[in-house]
DNA sequence: CCTACCGATCGGTAGG
DNA sequence: CCTACCGATCGGTAGG
């Protein structure tokens, strides 16, 4: 008798980790399915037994990020905790989502949206709110502390971008963890 | 008799200008030769008497961005200015240069840096640090003067990843100016 | 999931 | 800069 998770979606699993490490070191259109499906020692027609087309598989990595990373932020919500600690717990858990290994699925989202189809997108959209939801809760909870600039919007933007385009420069092996980066962050904004 | 600028150099700078807005829209594998060919109006051979292949295109485009850029920053550069009027220059050019209608050259560069190829890539290092040390020695006079978290390097790139992320959300048409978004970032950043 | 294959499109070239 | 073309590669499919 089979595990409840089948082989069959280990295999699904195994070709949406490689199609995500390879959108985000090729781009979409820089990674061609023969590419992912032979990282996973495929022939490059069996993906489409796992999915319909290129553009399903870009909009299952995406949506696996999102699921994976809300999962962690929400587990990292804790209402006891002071504005400040609450700070440091978000923004170490969305470096993580962005920079820890095997975590390419949210940078795939951020580079690729574009190449990504309009009814795909739409379907993405809401949990993409719930997402900036928590965060847009976090600054409102730090301005009231006096702790960032007043446009709460912009605020939100500038903060999570400084972060996702550190996903540009990152480097694992470079002698900064991201332990330390996350560290380095919370200090820059809250002196 | 011809103008100084010949009537090639203008072929070739539609071209460029073309292949920046095509490659910051769909990535450089997703905009075609055709497609940036028949944008000016040329048949699918004719950027090869301009260029010698794709990659000659996207390095152009890359080092014709970091020209503008650096001749703009630089002439933003003024000793006698105070470092809060410094940094608001030098915030706007920077914004401008990012976000400017016709300005795609150093979005491209930032986003599809991967897809240079190595020696390329290295022939733009030199420039990309002059960039890198007129932010650098402004962080240091804002922090001299307390205004930022304390270690340069991360300063620098979190405020300049702040802006450049922006590139992935702004639309030109939704009622913020570059020059309000300037303010918001100055102000978000000093208070 | 493989084999064998398809039409379409790609970057690039020769010759004018 | 166009015409006409090339080999290679692409996403995707039928049949097993």
New interface residues.
């Given amino acids: 008798m089979k595990s409840a998770v089948s082989e069959d979606s280990n295999r699904r699993q195994d070709l949406l980790q490689a199609a995500a490490r390879l959108f985000k ?6 990674a061609s399915i023969r590419a992912i499906s032979s990282a996973v020692g495929m022939r490059c027609g069996s993906p489409f037994y796992h999915f319909e087309n290129k553009q399903a598989i870009l909009y299952a990595v995406m949506e696996e990020g999102l699921r994976q990373g809300l999962e962690r932020t929400e587990a990292a919500i804790d209402a006891s905790l002071s504005a400040r600690e609450q700070f440091e717990r978000l923004v170490r858990v969305h470096l993580g989502i962005l920079l820890e290994e095997g975590n390419d699925f949210i940078p795939v989202m ?6 990504l189809d309009k009814e795909h997108r739409l379907k993405l959209i809401e949990t993409k709110d719930r997402y900036d939801r928590i965060w847009a809760d976090m600054v409102a909870r730090l301005q009231a502390e006096g702790e ?4 709460p919007k ?2 939100r ?10 996903t ?2 990152y480097k694992p092996d470079a002698g900064l963890s991201i332990d330390g ?1 996350a560290q ?2 919370v ?3 809250l ?1």
């Fill in positions: 070191e090729k781009g979409y259109e820089g951020l580079y690729n949206w574009g190449a960032l600039g007043d446009d912009i605020a933007l500038l903060l999570l971008g400084a972060m996702n385009f550190i540009t420069w980066l380095q962050v200090r820059f904004y002196r």
